[in-house]
């Protein structure tokens, strides 16, 4: 399958859902009382196709449905591209980081923490709940060796790696990613809180740490993806479409923005992200 068709396939689950105009000509994903974040959406969604009306659904029900979408989204593309990143691997929603092998210790911390309550307001809440979390399993001796033998079970060469399967058993955390709807409040800077917790507790490799939003104004993108350090980078869910709608709008402040993002790296397309995660 074509990686654009599955983009196209996407978006129309999107449009069938939670991607669309209310009554009053106002886009979901857009700020009812900004001009140019209803103009920007407008022009996104006719380039995408709208599919009709609904009622405008709490950011919470939209968010819950755009992780779920995406995460499939996600799934299917990268099986796609396997091939040049090979492996088991596993695509989840809200799954704890204390489940993967990077940050099994923070179960045993997060037990200490509940019978100590002065500490655990001292050193906060290690626990996070990714959106999307990628996975991948440990290998077993008999791939290892598919090729020729590499190692014996006996052996006393990499014993410790928990990539190998008798070492551990444990999934490997690959990626974290974050699923913003809009970006409307301070809350929305959780996602970068998570990137650094994520840094700063692991024992063992660095997942991949990205941002997947459908906010259509540019400034409340940079608030996120501008800065460097606590995320690879944010994914827009249609990023072609919205540099052609800020084209169309024209703003000077708008396509500086935009052009500062994606010229500096911080800002991809959606369709780019499940490259980056064969890296």
Wanted: charged share 30%; glycine share 6%.
């Amino acid at each position: 399958m074509l990686l654009d068709k599955l983009r196209k396939e996407y978006h129309k689950e999107l449009s069938n859902t939670i991607l669309k105009v209310d009554a009053g000509g106002i886009p979901s994903n857009s700020d009812k009382y900004s001009e140019i974040s209803v103009t920007l959406a407008r022009n996104i969604i006719s380039q995408i196709g709208e599919t009709g009306n609904i009622p405008r659904q709490s950011g919470q029900t939209s968010g819950k449905v755009f992780e779920t979408i995406t995460k499939k989204y996600l799934e299917k593309a990268f099986q796609l591209l396997v091939h040049l990143r090979p492996g088991k691997w596993e695509f989840e929603l809200g799954k704890r980081i204390e489940e993967f092998e990077q940050y099994e210790h923070l179960s045993h911390l997060a037990k200490a923490l509940e019978k100590n309550k002065e500490l655990h307001a001292a050193l906060g809440d290690y626990i996070i709940n990714p959106d999307i979390v990628v996975g991948k399993r440990p290998v077993d001796d008999k791939e290892i060796n598919k090729k020729g033998t590499i190692l014996k079970k006996n052996d006393v060469s990499s014993k410790l790696t928990p990539i190998r399967l008798t070492n551990s058993k444990i999934v490997l955390l690959h990626a974290s990613i974050s699923c913003k709807w809009t970006i409307r409040s301070d809350r929305s800077q959780n996602a970068r809180t998570e990137g650094l917790n994520l840094i700063r507790n692991r024992k063992g490799k660095t997942p991949h740490i990205a941002i997947v939003t459908a906010e259509p104004y540019p400034q409340r993108i940079a608030s996120l993806a501008l800065g460097t350090g606590d995320i690879d980078c944010v994914y827009h869910f249609a990023l072609p479409e919205m540099q052609k709608a800020a084209l169309k709008l024209n703003n000077e402040a708008v396509l500086e923005t935009l052009a500062l993002m994606v010229n500096g790296k911080r800002l991809r397309d959606i369709s780019d992200l499940p490259f980056d995660l064969t890296s």
